[in-house]
């Protein structure tokens, strides 16, 4: 029974901690602009999370050990350094998006500008990393981000033709009046926001810091396969609202507030009140998840003490990184740039470092020497190696798609 | 010497105005004006249209006050911005009548959107349905230039 209970405990959690402030933007955008033409997009960033995350779940459960602290053991210290700076980069940048889209989320519930509330957040968020036990962070914001399921109902109450949905769905097609530059830029980030490489640094981390061991294989596979896909029917459901409601009007969104109107709209205050609430859970589990992120990925390169599991004293230098994280990425939304473009620019640089992200993963997981009889067997690598090619064409593909079309214009 | 001095007046004289084009707003050629005019409209379209469904919902009771309020106060500054940026460009002189007409409904456009932020601040809901009327009408035209854009 208790078994049983934290299956489920982390069926939810994986459910309610998959949408973040990426996810919520970028499937808004891609919903009101698209419709669901690129709803493909989103399953196969779904499969290929589900893959990778599996393969660094398995490797934390049966080394005890992080991923980047094999990488640079395993694939040495100069492309570790690489692994390092790419991933570093895009989680930090992920980190202020984050933080940000919980300001935004306060705004639109007491009307107090953005700005404002961020030093507040930053130092809630940093209290939260500091203070508060892991297993109650992780659970409590990815029950709370549950609440994010209010979109699949309102999309139900918006009563759409669902033959139409499921037609766009299953078409390669887009509106007229967009080009197929934009088309291919808006996929490319939405698979960046699917993919991004802070949920599998997070993911086996946690793994260590949850003291997984080879017994706890299938419930990490229960939760990754179970969870993650049903966190992907939120996105998915998130996109369907923007494609009912605020395609046919012309809005194209550009702010967090298109983003929960349809919610509104087809439930009214309460159903926006949980919105919000899902808009808070996501964005601040989220800031909690890539704040850790940083300080692991550092931590670990460096073999340095890590982790919520030993006292603050005993991770000094893992807390200053996240301490430092927490500044810059104040000081950065303080120069009042806008949170949104921040997430666009997050997601994009997501998918230019996703190939440094989990070759080394696919690496690891297929060395016995580490794995032992749980090496990657033939499906998993068959999917990895796939996945490979495609996170490699989404990279190369990326900043030329953000440039050429201006940021999707 | 003497027309040494003369060839570096000349290459100063020419330096000058090359930086100062730099720093002027540039007269797009007319098909990037077009699509200039067309991004701005299509823009406008969005934020009359969300200034619209803010206002409705605020008047069925079916959104929270500062969520719509925020929402609109969003709207209005980026379109600010957006209807800024285009009126700062030179319009090829053959696109003059265009310029007009964009300025016109773009003009009309920011204008709808602050009156329906300064509604919602003020709860002014005897207000509400002229203001929904105004900004219906509004997004007809813009939707209707955009084809003629097209």
Same mark, same amino acid.
């Given at each position: 029974?208790? #078994?049983?209970?934290?299956?489920?405990?982390?069926?939810?959690?994986?459910?309610?901690?998959?949408?973040?402030?990426?996810?919520?933007?970028?499937?808004?955008?891609?919903?009101?602009?698209?419709?669901?033409?690129?709803?493909?997009?989103?399953?196969?960033?779904?499969?290929?999370?589900?893959?990778? &995350?599996?393969?660094?779940?398995?490797?934390?459960?049966?080394?005890?050990? *992080?991923?980047?602290?094999?990488?640079?053991?395993?694939?040495?210290?100069?492309?570790?350094? &690489?692994?390092?700076? /790419?991933?570093?980069?895009?989680?930090?940048?992920?980190?202020?998006?984050?933080?940000?889209?919980?300001?935004? *989320?306060?705004?639109?519930?007491?009307?107090? !500008?953005?700005?404002?509330?961020?030093?507040?957040?930053?130092?809630?968020?940093?209290?939260?990393?500091?203070?508060?036990?892991?297993?109650?962070?992780?659970?409590?914001?990815?029950?709370?981000? +549950? =609440?994010?399921?209010?979109?699949?109902?309102?999309?139900?109450?918006?009563?759409?033709?669902?033959?139409?949905?499921?037609?766009?769905?299953?078409?390669?097609?887009?509106?007229?009046?967009?080009?197929?530059?934009?088309?291919?830029?808006?996929?490319? &980030? +939405?698979?960046?926001?699917?993919?991004?490489?802070?949920?599998?640094?997070?993911?086996?981390?946690?793994?260590?810091?949850?003291?997984?061991?080879?017994?706890?294989?299938?419930?990490?596979?229960?939760?990754?396969?179970?969870?993650?896909?049903?966190?992907? +029917?939120?996105?998915?459901?998130?996109?369907?609202?923007?494609?009912?409601?605020?395609?046919?009007?012309?809005?194209?969104?550009?702010?967090?507030?298109?983003?929960?109107?349809?919610?509104?709209?087809?439930?009214?205050?309460?159903?926006?009140?949980?919105?919000?609430?899902?808009?808070? &859970?996501?964005?601040?589990?989220?800031?909690?998840?890539?704040?850790?992120?940083?300080?692991?990925?550092?931590?670990? !390169?460096?073999?340095?003490?890590?982790?919520?599991?030993?006292?603050?004293?005993?991770?000094?230098?893992?807390?200053?990184?996240?301490?430092?994280?927490?500044?810059?990425?104040?000081?950065?939304?303080?120069?009042?740039?806008?949170?949104?473009?921040?997430?666009?620019?997050?997601?994009?640089?997501? =998918?230019?470092?996703?190939?440094?992200?989990?070759?080394?993963?696919?690496?690891?997981?297929?060395?016995?020497?580490?794995?032992?009889?749980?090496?990657?067997?033939?499906?998993?690598?068959?999917?990895?190696?796939?996945?490979?090619?495609?996170?490699?064409?989404?990279?190369?593909?990326?900043?030329?798609?953000?440039?050429?079309?201006?940021?999707?214009? | 010497?003497?027309?040494?001095?003369?060839?570096?007046?000349?290459?100063?004289?020419?330096?000058?105005?090359?930086?100062?084009?730099?720093?002027?707003?540039?007269?797009?050629?007319?098909?990037?004006?077009?699509?200039?005019? #067309?991004?701005?409209?299509?823009?406008?379209?969005?934020?009359?249209?969300?200034?619209?469904?803010?206002?409705?919902?605020?008047?069925?009771?079916?959104?929270?006050?500062?969520?719509?309020?925020?929402?609109?106060?969003?709207?209005?500054?980026? +379109?600010?911005?957006?209807?800024?940026?285009?009126?700062?460009? !030179?319009?090829?002189?053959?696109?003059?009548?265009?310029?007009?007409? /964009?300025?016109?409904?773009?003009?009309?456009?920011?204008?709808?959107?602050?009156?329906?932020?300064?509604?919602?601040?003020?709860?002014?809901?005897?207000?509400?349905?002229?203001?929904?009327?105004?900004?219906?009408?509004?997004?007809?035209?813009?939707?209707?230039?955009?084809?003629?854009?097209?």
């Amino acid at each position: 029974m208790k #078994k049983l209970f934290a299956v489920a405990l982390g069926i939810l959690t994986a459910i309610g901690g998959f949408v973040d402030i990426g996810d919520l933007v970028t499937n808004a955008q891609v919903g009101s602009r698209f419709g669901m033409s690129l709803a493909w997009v989103v399953v196969v960033g779904v499969l290929g999370i589900c893959v990778f &995350a599996e393969m660094s779940g398995r490797v934390a459960a049966v080394s005890g050990r *992080a991923t980047f602290d094999l990488i640079r053991e395993r694939l040495g210290p100069r492309l570790g350094l &690489a692994n390092l700076l /790419a991933s570093m980069t895009v989680t930090l940048l992920t980190f202020v998006a984050e933080i940000g889209g919980i300001a935004l *989320a306060l705004a639109l519930a007491t009307s107090v !500008y953005e700005f404002l509330w961020v030093p507040f957040t930053a130092l809630a968020v940093w209290l939260v990393l500091w203070r508060a036990k892991f297993s109650l962070m992780e659970n409590v914001f990815g029950l709370l981000g +549950l =609440a994010l399921v209010v979109f699949a109902v309102a999309l139900w109450q918006l009563g759409p033709d669902w033959g139409d949905l499921w037609h766009q769905a299953g078409t390669v097609a887009k509106p007229g009046s967009e080009d197929w530059s934009t088309y291919a830029y808006y996929g490319v &980030a +939405l698979f960046g926001a699917a993919m991004t490489p802070y949920e599998v640094f997070f993911f086996s981390s946690g793994g260590v810091e949850e003291h997984w061991s080879s017994r706890s294989i299938a419930t990490m596979r229960s939760n990754v396969f179970i969870g993650f896909p049903l966190g992907g +029917l939120l996105s998915l459901s998130i996109a369907g609202c923007a494609a009912v409601t605020l395609l046919p009007a012309g809005i194209s969104v550009d702010t967090l507030g298109q983003v929960g109107l349809p919610v509104a709209l087809a439930l009214g205050k309460i159903g926006l009140a949980i919105a919000l609430l899902g808009f808070f &859970a996501a964005t601040f589990g989220a800031a909690c998840e890539t704040g850790l992120s940083l300080g692991y990925s550092i931590a670990q !390169y460096f073999g340095w003490q890590w982790g919520k599991y030993v006292r603050p004293r005993e991770a000094s230098r893992f807390h200053v990184v996240i301490l430092i994280s927490t500044v810059l990425a104040v000081a950065v939304l303080l120069t009042t740039i806008d949170p949104v473009l921040v997430t666009e620019f997050s997601v994009v640089f997501s =998918a230019v470092a996703l190939p440094l992200t989990y070759f080394p993963i696919l690496v690891v997981a297929n060395d016995p020497d580490y794995m032992g009889e749980h090496t990657n067997g033939r499906l998993a690598n068959f999917l990895g190696s796939v996945y490979l090619v495609v996170v490699l064409v989404a990279s190369i593909a990326a900043l030329p798609l953000m440039i050429w079309t201006k940021m999707g214009q | 010497m003497i027309g040494l001095s003369r060839w570096r007046s000349w290459a100063a004289a020419v330096l000058i105005v090359l930086v100062a084009s730099g720093c002027t707003t540039a007269t797009p050629a007319p098909d990037a004006y077009r699509a200039r005019t #067309k991004l701005a409209v299509t823009d406008a379209i969005s934020h009359v249209a969300t200034a619209q469904k803010v206002l409705e919902a605020t008047r069925k009771n079916k959104i929270l006050g500062p969520y719509a309020l925020v929402t609109v106060r969003a709207s209005d500054e980026t +379109l600010g911005t957006v209807v800024g940026a285009y009126l700062e460009l !030179y319009p090829p002189q053959q696109l003059d009548p265009r310029f007009t007409k /964009a300025s016109t409904l773009l003009g009309d456009a920011s204008d709808l959107v602050t009156q329906t932020r300064i509604a919602l601040y003020r709860d002014d809901r005897a207000d509400f349905p002229g203001l929904i009327k105004d900004l219906d009408s509004l997004s007809t035209k813009l939707e209707r230039f955009e084809k003629e854009l097209s």
